[in-house]
């Protein structure tokens, strides 16, 4: 009864999503196909942090539970097998147009006991050393522009199978030194506060009889106050998503495992409209609460429904784990053309000893080598302090 539940609650809010999308009228196909990306504040916050989700495609809502759960669902850590433990990643970013940029995560998690646990992470972003100019060209300064998050959750079991959590988080974006504009305005580090929803279903399965396990999980984060960055300049969403997604592992035998994953992401955050003569002829403003924004979201695409299934990126995830000491992991990642066009296969290995693992994921674009995403590498530690 329980699973039919879940079930249910899961039919009933797809339903609605398609509803509401399908309440949009629908406008000309030019507009349908026209680049039209959903911008937010902060966007490192969707950096997939770690090695091991990121070797899969940036799945993680539904994959079994590991330390760096709380990026993907927080409501893992309820499940997880260890007691706790620490992870420290580190990924240099987009090292096709800069040679200073990284992001490093530090994150670690304490069960308290067989059905609550508690984590918490740290994430900084360093854009590196960049030069500011004024309107005219004249050197200003040098800056070094940088954004942190720091994040707290608490995880409960609710019955055997079902696990929710909920998580609090800080962000700092610091990404103008303090210069002032040319019309004078001067500029602050925007910070915000929000929180994350998240939810997780685990149960054992039997295929031909091979035993195994399957999952759901639902994750909505990033629901907060908007950010600015001076006193005067508009308020700007934060990266808003929602993810859903399933996981399917099965023992081949004593040895072996080997699971598939999926992930499907939309950003709860208003779409742009089409303006003429300063008007709005397609889609509806954006200048609205973050509340009326989040559902907004899934109806105001100028394109109509189409543009609305544009909107929602897929991630999909394959680990082999030999002996729960060795990984091979492989994923592909797609966002359509229109609204960010990151295309991707990624992959990646793991190795583990008895206390302490080691990561790596790598990423190749389908867009060519001189996409800026490509040769992506990430690199990760983990240490084991359970019992």
């Known amino acids: ?26 406008n000309d196909e030019v507009k349908r196909n026209e680049i039209n990306s959903v911008s937010t504040a902060v966007p490192f916050l969707t950096i997939a942090p770690d090695s091991r989700s990121s070797a899969m495609g940036d799945v993680g809502v539904a994959t079994s539970p590991d330390v760096n759960s709380l990026h993907w669902n927080p409501a893992k850590y309820a499940f997880a097998e260890s ?30 006991d067989d059905m609550q646990a508690i984590a918490g992470s740290l994430r900084y972003f360093n854009m590196g050393n960049i030069q500011f100019y004024d309107i005219n060209g004249s050197f200003m300064k040098d800056g070094r522009p940088n954004e942190f998050a720091f994040d707290v959750a608490y995880s409960r079991l609710f019955s055997e199978n079902i ?9 700092r974006s610091d990404i103008s030194s303090g210069i002032s504009s040319s019309s004078g305005t001067k500029a602050k580090a925007g910070n915000s506060f929000a929180a994350d929803l998240a939810v997780y279903y685990h149960s054992e399965l039997d295929i031909a009889g091979k035993s195994g396990t399957w999952a759901l999980g639902a994750d909505f984060s990033n629901i907060g106050n908007k950010m600015s960055y001076s006193n005067e300049q508009h308020k700007t969403f934060l990266p808003i998503n929602m993810r859903i997604g399933g996981s399917v592992g099965l023992d081949l035998d004593f040895y072996n495992k080997l699971s598939f994953s999926v ?51 897929y991630g999909f995830g394959l680990e082999y784990l030999y002996r729960e000491q060795f990984a091979v992991r492989t994923g592909y990642f797609h966002e359509h053309p229109t609204k960010g066009n990151r295309r ?38 983990i240490v084991d302090l359970g019992k």
């Open 1 to 26: 009864m329980k699973l039919y539940k879940t079930y249910i609650i899961i039919v009933l809010f797809a339903s609605f999503t398609v509803l509401s999308a399908m309440a949009a009228p629908p």
């Open 83 to 112: 007691d706790r433990g620490i992870a420290l990643s580190y990924s240099p970013w987009l090292r096709g147009l800069v040679k200073d940029m990284n992001l490093l995560y530090l994150i670690g998690y304490q069960k308290l």
């Open 163 to 171: 696990s929710a959590a909920l998580a609090f988080r800080y962000t």
């Open 263 to 313: 992930d499907i992401n939309k950003l709860l955050v208003p779409t742009p409209p089409v303006y003429e003569n300063g008007e709005i002829v397609y889609g509806k403003s954006r200048d609205v609460g973050v509340v009326k924004g989040i559902f907004q979201s899934f109806s105001d695409a100028p394109g109509g429904f189409k543009e609305e299934l544009h909107e929602i990126s």
């Open 344 to 381: 991707y296969f990624t992959m990646g290995i793991g190795v583990k000893t008895h206390m302490i693992g080691f990561d790596f994921s790598y990423l190749i674009s389908t867009l060519g080598r001189n996409n800026p995403m490509n040769n992506t590498l990430r690199f990760s530690i």
